[in-house]
């Protein structure tokens, strides 16, 4: 097994317990690790400004993957210096920017880190779900007028059992034009194609010369795939979806409630 040189963490069932706090053990082996001079990036479909709180809580100077991969910046120790990022093409952005006004559907669209949808009391249902997990601000107005730019990421909304029909239907609609994946269980996330939380580990790869064999990788759902299929050991928390479950190297026998990220920290890296 190779030397783990960085973990990347997923926040929202996964480092984070189901009241989004950070369970004490898991700040403990982390600070372990980074003692023992392993790199931390959180790695989230979340935008970089409702990251940054959990790495104040959580005390360490981490890598953040925003944006499922859409936007990687370093440490602040480092100044944040960007390392990559890739919006989503306008064409495809208005796309879903028409559908969501034509169904009433909640479209969250990503610019420059800052969040924008339109109201209605349909979506405010919604934005009561996003906002009370990750604690987002919505900025409200008609995204007509963002026809033509390109978001870093957009998310659109919907009750579970229409959001995998709807995941089904853009996946075949729109091919390789999208990078198109699921994480909570209303979330739909649209990305640029090529962009996922595994090409953000091979472009830190890149940026801090190591290889990916050498990052651990832990997560619970469908948009950490590509990233658990490219670190060198992909762990999957007990509460993970089966889908997750099924590309994992490993799979911890704790919850996200239980400290898992500890486990699969002192399993993994600290040995």
């Given at each position: 097994?190779?030397?783990?040189?960085?973990i990347?963490?997923d926040?929202?069932g996964t480092?984070?317990?189901?009241s989004?706090?950070?369970?004490?053990?898991?700040i403990?082996?982390?600070?372990?690790?980074?003692d023992s001079?392993?790199l931390?990036?959180?790695s989230?479909?979340r935008?970089i400004?409702?990251i940054l709180?959990?790495?104040?809580r959580l005390?360490?100077d981490?890598?953040i993957?925003?944006y499922?991969?859409?936007?990687v910046?370093g440490?602040?120790?480092?100044?944040r210096p960007?390392?990559?990022?890739?919006?989503?093409p306008?064409?495809?952005?208005e796309?879903?920017?028409r559908f969501?006004?034509?169904g009433d559907?909640l479209?969250?669209?990503?610019?420059d880190d800052?969040?924008?949808?339109?109201d209605?009391?349909?979506?405010r249902r919604?934005?009561d779900i996003?906002?009370t997990?990750?604690?987002a601000?919505?900025?409200?107005e008609?995204?007509?007028g963002?026809?033509g730019?390109?978001?870093?990421k957009l998310?659109?909304?919907?009750?579970?059992?229409e959001r995998d029909?709807?995941?089904d239907?853009?996946?075949?609609?729109?091919g390789?034009?999208a990078?198109i994946?699921?994480s909570?269980?209303?979330y739909?996330?649209i990305?640029?194609p090529?962009?996922?939380?595994?090409?953000?580990l091979?472009a830190l790869?890149?940026?801090y010369g190591?290889?990916v064999?050498?990052?651990l990788?832990?997560?619970d759902?469908?948009?950490?795939n590509p990233m658990?299929?490219?670190?060198?050991?992909g762990?999957?928390v007990a509460n993970?979806?089966?889908?997750?479950k099924?590309?994992a190297?490993?799979?911890t026998?704790?919850t996200?409630?239980e400290a898992?990220?500890?486990?699969?920290?002192?399993?993994?890296?600290?040995?």
């Amino acid at each position: 097994m190779e030397k783990v040189s960085l973990i990347a963490l997923d926040l929202d069932g996964t480092l984070l317990d189901d009241s989004k706090e950070i369970p004490p053990e898991n700040i403990r082996a982390l600070e372990e690790a980074r003692d023992s001079g392993i790199l931390v990036a959180i790695s989230s479909g979340r935008m970089i400004p409702r990251i940054l709180p959990v790495e104040e809580r959580l005390g360490l100077d981490c890598i953040i993957l925003a944006y499922n991969g859409g936007k990687v910046v370093g440490p602040k120790s480092e100044g944040r210096p960007l390392i990559s990022e890739r919006p989503l093409p306008a064409d495809i952005a208005e796309i879903f920017i028409r559908f969501s006004q034509e169904g009433d559907y909640l479209l969250n669209f990503y610019k420059d880190d800052v969040l924008y949808s339109e109201d209605s009391p349909n979506r405010r249902r919604f934005m009561d779900i996003y906002s009370t997990r990750t604690g987002a601000e919505y900025n409200i107005e008609d995204l007509t007028g963002r026809i033509g730019q390109e978001p870093t990421k957009l998310i659109l909304l919907a009750d579970p059992a229409e959001r995998d029909r709807l995941h089904d239907h853009f996946s075949a609609e729109l091919g390789d034009r999208a990078y198109i994946t699921k994480s909570d269980p209303e979330y739909l996330e649209i990305m640029a194609p090529g962009v996922s939380k595994g090409t953000a580990l091979e472009a830190l790869g890149n940026h801090y010369g190591f290889s990916v064999e050498n990052v651990l990788a832990v997560g619970d759902a469908e948009n950490d795939n590509p990233m658990l299929e490219t670190a060198g050991i992909g762990v999957v928390v007990a509460n993970g979806t089966a889908a997750s479950k099924a590309v994992a190297d490993h799979v911890t026998e704790r919850t996200n409630n239980e400290a898992a990220v500890a486990e699969a920290v002192r399993r993994f890296a600290l040995k």
